[in-house]
């Protein structure tokens, strides 16, 4: 079904009636009370003011066009035009998006929004060239930590425990080395994974859990904050060719300025969500960071090794 969805919107919307008119389709597997979709539809609004009608964004939301890995897949392909996918899955199509994997590389949500705003963000965008791909902006999704439907203390209360982390080597790595077993599960199945025991834990934001409801099924939130990676939102490498320069350039502002806006409805999302998870019964742990740092710390200085991932580490650790 999903298949010829995507065929049916592939053929209908390559270039619409009248001069030089373009649609170009973006997928996400968020909700539509999410900050990133939010972020994407000031972009679609931004790219038709600034072309003057001549290029729409259609969004399609709520994982319609499939997994993150099903609709990034798509885009490498070209059979999508354009994706929203978790910045750690991105590693599993350009291993430099590691960079921004690394557990506690970030020192904070400001630190992070320097990085997206920096030059070494947009090598980073680019460093998929030839690859199907390339990256036109980052976007917030704040920190990740672990929740459950029983409360994690430390690294020992995840010992030997499922827990669901995207495609991500570098995410199965670091749960590895936490003592549990890492268990690759679509985002959007994680509630029933949680719900039927498939997983035990899962790890993501405040506002995931909240958005798409896993609060209803694990009551315990660990802020471990292991991780703070940025969003990618991806173009296909043949439909940024098909672009005219000045309609590439067009592209690229207007999704810097959402990024912008995403930055700030971002934070307070997740304000109010962290709100709505207390009072639904979430309970907030503060657990000691250090504890997980340490188990970790192998894969930090393993990064820092490698000559690929320097020039990255380097530029976030000296802004």
Do not use: C
């Not at 009370?33 to 399609?60: W, Y």
């Not at 199907?132 to 704040?142: A, E, K, Q, V």
């Not at 940025?230 to 207007?254: C, F, G, N, R, Y």
């Not at 709505?276 to 503060?286: D, H, N, P, Q, R």
């Amino acid at each position: 079904m999903k298949k010829s969805l995507i065929t049916l919107i592939a053929s209908s919307v390559l270039f619409t009636v009248g001069a030089q008119a373009k649609t170009i389709t973006l997928g996400h597997a968020m909700n539509l009370n999410s900050a990133a979709h939010a972020g994407m539809v000031i972009f679609a609004d931004k790219v038709k003011e600034k072309s003057n009608g001549d290029i729409t964004v259609k969004i399609f939301p709520n994982g319609m066009l499939g997994s993150e890995r099903d609709q990034a897949e798509q885009v490498v392909t070209g059979a999508l035009d354009m994706a929203k996918i978790n910045g750690s899955l991105a590693e599993s199509f350009e291993p430099t998006y590691k960079a921004i994997s690394i557990p506690y590389l970030f020192r904070s949500s400001d630190h992070m929004h320097s990085f997206m705003r920096s030059d070494a963000a947009e090598k980073l965008l680019m460093s998929s060239k030839g690859k199907g791909f390339i990256g036109i902006t980052l976007y917030d999704s704040g920190s990740r930590s672990f929740y459950s439907s029983k409360p994690i203390h430390s690294p020992d209360d995840l010992a030997g425990l499922k827990i669901r982390v995207p495609e991500s080597p570098t995410m199965m790595e670091m749960v590895r080395l936490l003592g549990a077993r890492a268990t690759p599960v679509p985002f959007t199945e994680v509630y029933t994974a949680l719900q039927q025991g498939v997983i035990d834990a899962a790890e993501n934001n405040i506002s995931s859990l909240v958005e798409m409801k896993h609060s209803e099924v694990a009551k315990f939130y660990a802020m471990d904050q292991h991780m703070m990676t940025p969003d990618l939102i991806m173009i296909s490498e043949s439909t940024w060719a098909s672009l005219k320069p000045e309609q590439q350039k067009i592209v690229k502002e207007a999704a810097l300025e959402s990024m912008e806006e995403e930055i700030k409805i971002w934070a307070a999302t997740d304000e109010k969500n962290m709100k709505v998870a207390k009072e639904s019964g979430v309970t907030f742990i503060e657990v000691d960071t250090s504890k997980f740092r340490e188990k970790v710390l192998p894969m930090i200085n393993s990064a820092k090794k490698d000559p690929a991932l320097k020039y990255y580490i380097d530029a976030i650790e000296a802004l």
